[in-house]
């Protein structure tokens, strides 16, 4: 990524900026005193963790805040100009104007009863001062670039009308069809789909480059920060900690969080016996004033001078700056070999015995108009006794209806289920999964009463067993779960999992709603439980790095079918269907070199409806190679005693 | 929206043929019939049954109620029992005097409380919380005040005490303004507690959109304060306040009868308490259906509502 602004002009320059929230417990100083620049032309990544003070940092710059939040100091200069000393109607003449914005979640975005065209010409015709007619021809020019098949109708749409992928787009075309010198994107793709992301991460990237304009782009992803920025800006607690240019933070990170998230996420090569580094602990509450930095309770390079005053950003040369008083953060520690540690146990091997079957399972859902979806359409599976199966594909393949019918919540339609033993669940949100007026302890326990297991002496030992075993001190058994991080939370759900003495537990997503540093922490966990219990683990996640990393053997699911199977490796290194090769092309690698290197052709389209499911291959409309015959003819997946199985008709 | 208008017109016509079915059926399950509890002990054996035979209380109950039905299609509504007067002349007297006041009622209450429900929860949204207070605070004292007691102190202060209003007096419909007077404190008492529930809907209905996120996106647009709370704000909330103005509509037929009543206008609600302690079936039984019937099409009419403001509403 050799990348040249053409003449070197700073385009944002913010400094000193802070951002306070009032709160009847104390003031959160969710900005405290971040200070950058942002060419132009040029994309910048912020990154950091929920609570980093990413998100305030970029809604301060268009005082987006809503109470009790507050932009309490700094300047905000674009082109020059200090925008943070304007009145709201002089602000407005740069918000949508000058500075364009995509938010997170495309579902919530859009005023759910206008349509599109309401929406998007209004702000066109004031910026651009076109008339009605020349605002809408230029609304559907826009709706055409963002790739909205048939703009013209679409554009009469409303909301609803589009999946959460189009309904992107279109923010993305209201951002840009004013021409904005400066687009802020907050996390604009984490709510989407793998391969929608690398669609719109795509179409963000061109078009902004075509039109000139600059972006600050908000992210917990390091993978798209590698695909995407040619500046990177590492948040914690409030603060900027790390600054430079992409390749040089990927390459050389200075200080220790950087140098600790890059660790905790799975590589495409890395070997399940080496252990996931992890950060232990957790963010600061910053709602308490912090002495000395920020991150010394979860550094392993932290000395006296940590502890009592606040490094400020220093020159690390090319531009790339770090807060840390330590000249290389944890290289020396992670040098001794204390974060590396590798598995003692050795790799999974399967003494025969089968934990859970599969047998042409399939799941019907009749819709509202008399018509059939069919979410799992003639399944087999079989996991071994202490492997982990993970499932992977888009939303809507099917593989959260297989979850469902595996623990008995949802009756499959036709074909078997065999477990052999009790299969319990861990689901993706564990605050959502938990009764907030019951402690940790009655939660953990539940499961034990409902079976009447036990006197409740017995059962109180037994949770507290549990609650060890996860990693957490027993005394949490008073705590309410509101009192617990989303880590901690997690690790409650798992336990609870584990309170039957399952032979195999279902995990969905178990660790999308955590932050990167979290994350790593109960992957962990889960493999450590693996292998000291001998459970089985039916691992469903969109995130495919961590299902490689975590699983034995993978099945990819394309519209209620697996179409291809194997061991976790050799799929990920030689993926034979076509769409598991999209699939895993579609993940950013947290790696610039081989981000650059990628060619960007993401696979095309959505999902299809379920409700018509093509005669032949479910995958053709899609696939780059599909041929008269795999319309025609549908590939079978075959035997189900081969280790590698693959249902397309070119598979080598 | 043809196809939902019509779905929507089948379902209201059901609803009325079922409170039809319902009152006819209750109203013969009163020990006795209608025609002994109308008589009570004045009239003899044959008379009674002469009674009887003139309400056409003789004929089989099905009789009975194919008759009712086909009454009220072609709007043969009968007359009143003692004063034989027509009960659809009284009907078509009372209708415009209850209806003015319920319009009027409905637009007073909506002027004044979706501006303050707006204002509040755009003040609490920044923060400030002083209306937001004082309104949930006036409406829970309106709310433990009963409409019949708040009614007669208003009369006692401003009709008695004050004269600003006149207490009784025939309703003259070529003088607007000694209408308006007229008319003014039953409004006001009827009013009291409808913007008393639809200012809270509204604050709080208000309150929750100016936190979504496409509030958020039109601020982001640049659009001012004022543009994103009307065209955005309100335009959502529309949906949960259209709802509840055509729920309190039942209650505000309810509440037309007390003000009638005690301002002793003839309305509807008057007509309903003499023909209530006239024991006049036939008459009662009219005016329910007609209540009915009324409260039905302002129910069709707010799902009409509804659907033109949601797009995404189905069925």
């Known amino acids: 990524m050799n990348y040249q602004a053409p003449v070197k002009t700073t385009l944002l320059e913010v400094r000193d900026l802070r951002t306070q929230f009032q709160t009847a417990s104390g003031t959160v100083k969710a900005v405290d005193g971040v200070s950058f620049t942002i060419e132009r032309g040029e994309r910048l990544a912020v990154v950091g963790e929920s609570g980093s003070g990413k998100s305030a940092m970029a809604m301060s710059i268009l005082r987006l805040l809503t ?122 793709t984490t709510a989407l789909d793998v391969t929608i992301q690398a669609q719109i991460v795509e179409v963000l990237k061109t078009l902004t480059a075509e039109a000139g304009s600059a972006m600050m782009f908000i992210t917990h992803d390091l993978g798209l920060v590698a695909r995407f920025a040619h500046k990177v800006a590492v948040m914690y607690a409030g603060r900027i900690v790390e600054f430079g240019r992409v390749e040089d933070i990927f390459a050389n990170p200075a200080h220790p969080y950087t140098q600790s998230l890059l660790g905790t996420i799975p590589s495409t090569t890395m070997l399940k016996s080496e252990r996931l580094p992890q950060i232990s602990g957790l963010p600061p509450d910053m709602r308490h004033e912090i002495t000395g930095c920020a991150f010394k309770d979860r550094c392993a390079a932290a000395h006296d001078r940590c502890l009592a005053e606040a490094p400020r950003l220093t020159d690390r040369g090319h531009e790339h700056t770090a807060a840390c008083w330590t000249p290389h953060g944890l290289e020396q520690a992670l040098a001794t070999g204390q974060q590396h540690a590798t598995r003692l146990n050795k790799p999974f091997e399967p003494d025969g015995s089968v934990v859970v079957e599969l047998n042409a399972l399939r799941k019907q859902f009749a819709t509202s108009r008399k018509m059939v979806v069919r979410a799992v359409n003639g399944v087999n599976l079989r996991v071994h006794k202490g492997e982990t199966l993970g499932i992977v594909g888009e939303s809507g393949c099917g593989k959260s209806t297989v979850a469902r019918m595996l623990l008995g919540l949802e009756r499959p339609t036709s074909g078997d289920i065999f477990i052999a033993g009790l299969a319990q669940m861990v689901f993706q949100d564990p605050a959502a999964s938990f009764n907030p007026k019951m402690t940790i302890g009655d939660i953990v326990a539940e499961p034990l009463v409902v079976k009447s297991r036990g006197s409740k002496a017995e059962r109180l030992d037994t949770v507290k067993r549990l609650i060890s075993q996860v990693g957490l001190d027993p005394a949490f058994v008073e705590r309410y779960p509101h009192q617990l991080s989303g880590g901690q939370r997690q690790r409650v759900a798992v336990a609870r999992a584990l309170a039957l003495n399952p032979s195999v537990v279902v995990a969905d997503e178990p660790t999308s709603a955590l932050d990167v540093s979290v994350r790593a922490q109960i992957i962990n966990l889960l493999v450590d439980l693996k292998e000291e219990l001998g459970i089985s683990f039916v691992f469903i996640s969109h995130d495919l790095l961590t299902v490689r990393y975590i699983s034995d053997r993978i099945a990819v699911m394309y519209l209620g079918e697996v179409v291809e199977y194997g061991a976790a490796e050799e799929v990920f290194a030689d993926p034979r269907h076509p769409y598991t090769r999209a699939l895993i092309d579609a993940v950013p690698v947290p790696d610039p070199v081989v981000e650059s290197r990628r060619a960007a052709t993401p696979l095309q389209g959505e999902l299809p409806s379920p409700l018509n499911l093509p005669k032949g291959c479910a995958f053709a409309s899609r696939c780059p190679m599909a041929t008269d015959r795999c319309r025609a003819e549908k590939p079978a997946l075959p035997d189900h005693d081969l280790s590698r199985q693959v249902a397309c008709h070119y598979a080598h | 929206m043809a196809e939902y208008t019509a779905k929507k017109l089948v379902q209201m016509l059901i609803t009325v043929l079922g409170v039809i079915t319902l009152v006819f059926f209750t109203l013969r399950l009163i020990p006795g019939d209608a025609a002994s509890a109308m008589a009570g002990d004045t009239l003899s054996g044959e008379a009674l049954q002469a009674l009887r035979e003139q309400m056409g209380l003789d004929e089989p109950l099905v009789n009975q109620y194919l008759g009712f039905l086909r009454d009220l299609v072609t709007v043969d509504l009968g007359e009143t029992i003692t004063t034989r007067i027509p009960i659809a002349e009284l009907l078509l007297r009372a209708l415009p005097i209850t209806l003015s006041i319920a319009l009027a009622t409905i637009v007073l209450s909506i002027l004044i409380s979706i501006p303050l429900g707006t204002l509040a929860a755009f003040m609490a949204h920044k923060g400030r919380n002083w209306l937001d207070n004082g309104l949930t605070g006036a409406a ?56 008393a529930t639809l200012a809270r809907i509204t604050r709080t209905a208000v309150l929750e959109v100016l936190n979504e996120d496409y509030v958020r996106t039109a601020r982001s647009m640049g659009w001012s304060e004022l543009r994103v709370l009307f065209r955005h704000a309100l335009k959502n909330a529309a949906l949960p306040i259209a709802t509840v103005v055509g729920l309190s509509f039942g209650n505000l037929l309810g509440g037309t009868v007390i003000v009638e009543f005690i301002f002793t206008i003839p309305g509807v609600g008057n007509l309903l308490i003499s023909g209530i302690n006239s024991r006049d079936y036939q008459l009662v039984q009219t005016l329910i259906v007609f209540y009915a019937l009324l409260f039905v099409v302002i129910n069709f009419a707010t799902d009409l509502i509804y659907k033109t403001l949601d797009p995404r509403v189905q069925f």
């Not at chain 1, 098949?149 to 004013?178: C, T």
């Not at chain 2, 007691?149 to 401003?158: D, E, N, P, Q, Y």
Request: aromatic share 6%.
């Open chain 1, 67 to 188: 109470h009790p939040g507050r932009v309490v100091g700094g300047e905000i200069l674009l082109d020059g100009r200090d925008i943070s000393r304007l009145s709201e109607g002089q602000l407005n003449t740069v918000r949508g104007r000058l500075v364009g914005t995509v938010f997170q979640d495309p579902m919530s975005s859009l005023d759910p009863v206008m349509r599109i065209s309401r929406q998007m010409i209004e702000p066109i015709m004031r910026n651009l001062r076109l008339n009605r007619d020349q605002a809408r021809a230029e609304a559907i020019k826009w709706l055409d670039k963002v790739g909205i098949p048939e703009p013209e109708r679409r554009i009469e749409a409303y909301p609803f009308e589009m999946s959460g992928g189009m309904r992107q787009r279109v923010m993305i075309a209201m951002a840009l069809a004013s021409r904005p010198q400066l687009v802020i994107a907050d996390e604009p």
């Open chain 2, 140 to 195: 829970m004292i309106i709310d433990l005040m009963p409409s019949f007691w708040m009614a007669l102190v208003l009369l006692l202060i401003f009709s008695l005490g004050l004269g600003w209003f006149p207490a009784s007096g025939q309703l003259n419909w070529s003088d607007p303004w000694a209408l308006v007077l007229r008319l003014a404190l039953p409004v006001i008492v009827l009013s009291l507690s409808q913007v």
